[in-house]
């Protein structure tokens, strides 16, 4: 029989030439706004996985007596990391398939280092999962990630494999007790194939970037005349206004001719206007520690600071406001396909 051969990949997480993705604006009176984002650095972002990123038509189901649920595992040894000593893995990557409750683990030879319960996730896609502290790779170690599926919709597979070649006992394991582990290949049903489950890794000794400047963007117009040096703007919309605006910064690099387009952030002007847009009613259970928004077809919530930051959200009608300190926030929902906005306080 064919004999194949497999074994980690270690790729660019992305181009190195990064775009601006975390402007912050604050506000600079009522009508003016100053925006800043951090330069860009080069943090060496590799993406750890055994898998390729292409999910197979292959469905892995558990039992019905395990709610359909299973946890998958992959193993990093400390071969696979020696080149990566210091690095720090700052998330977790899976592609789930179905709904499910789904939490990540990362182990440090067998001690539990970070468990994060995952609380959005888009179904047939790579979705990032951040842990919680920074973990430093000790390339002497062993280290398991693990995702964890949990009251999984009844006869469907919540987690996708490929059809590459797989190192068993590394990339394909499986438990219902997170005790007692085998592997796809060595089950009943003789799985091949890999979790398309993956860890990110960066180097924590950030290099910037040759930025030769950046054009700024308010409400999808280029606003700088000359290219912008700083990573400062300021901008005056000249009256107050109940408008939802847009920034993003498009970052121009000594190397390359064309800009590297930035990711867009929202944010309010003054406090005009906010209060007309009405939700059919939201209520805020301190006890529960979350905000609802109750009317007709609510499908998403997001919570923005008043600098335009999304610090909370949900694809259904309640959002967490687990880490979320007091003050005036602003509730954008979409309802009935509408995006409709309220400024609320919230106490804790």
């Not at 494999?161 to 997170?178: E, K, M, Q, R």
Request: charged share 20%.
């Amino acid at each position: 029989s064919e004999v194949k051969t497999a074994s980690i990949v270690v790729n660019p997480n992305e181009e190195m030439l990064k775009a601006v993705d975390d402007v912050a604006v604050s506000a600079n009176g009522n009508t003016a706004v100053r925006a800043t984002w951090s330069v860009p650095v080069d943090k060496d972002a590799q993406k750890l996985q055994y898998s390729s990123d292409v999910a197979s038509s292959t469905a892995v189901k558990g039992s019905a007596a395990h709610n359909y649920g299973f946890m998958a595992g992959a193993l990093y040894s400390s071969d696979a990391l020696k080149k990566h000593d210091g690095y720090v893995i700052s998330s977790a990557r899976f592609y789930p398939l179905s709904d499910a409750v789904f939490t990540v683990y990362l182990y440090k030879d067998d001690n539990l280092v970070d468990q994060v319960d995952v609380e959005n996730y888009t179904k047939n896609v790579w979705n990032t999962v951040k842990f919680n502290k920074q973990i430093t790779v000790d390339s002497k170690s062993t280290y398991k990630l693990v995702v964890d599926c949990y009251d999984v919709t009844p006869e469907t597979a919540p987690l996708a494999v490929d059809n590459a070649p797989f190192i068993d006992g590394y990339s394909n394991l499986y438990s219902y007790d997170n005790e007692s582990w085998g592997t796809l290949y060595t089950s009943e049903s003789s799985i091949s194939g890999n979790w398309l489950i993956g860890l990110n890794i960066e180097n924590p000794n950030a290099m910037e970037l040759p930025v030769a400047g950046y054009d700024v963007n308010i409400d999808g117009e280029k606003k700088n005349s000359d290219m912008v040096k700083e990573n400062s703007y300021d901008y005056d919309f000249g009256a107050e206004d109940s408008k939802e605006h847009q920034i993003s910064v498009d970052v121009y690099y000594t190397v390359k001719a064309e800009s590297v387009k930035g990711g867009v952030t929202r944010f309010y002007i003054g406090s005009a206007g906010i209060g007309e847009n009405t939700i059919e009613r939201i209520e805020v259970r301190q006890g529960d520690n979350e905000l609802t928004v109750t009317g007709n077809n609510v499908s998403s919530v997001e919570l923005v600071s008043a600098s335009g930051a999304v610090v909370a959200s949900s694809r259904s009608n309640t959002v967490s406001l687990n880490g979320i300190t007091s003050g005036v926030y602003v509730v954008r929902t979409v309802v009935g396909g509408n995006v409709v906005t309220k400024k609320i306080q919230i106490a804790k």
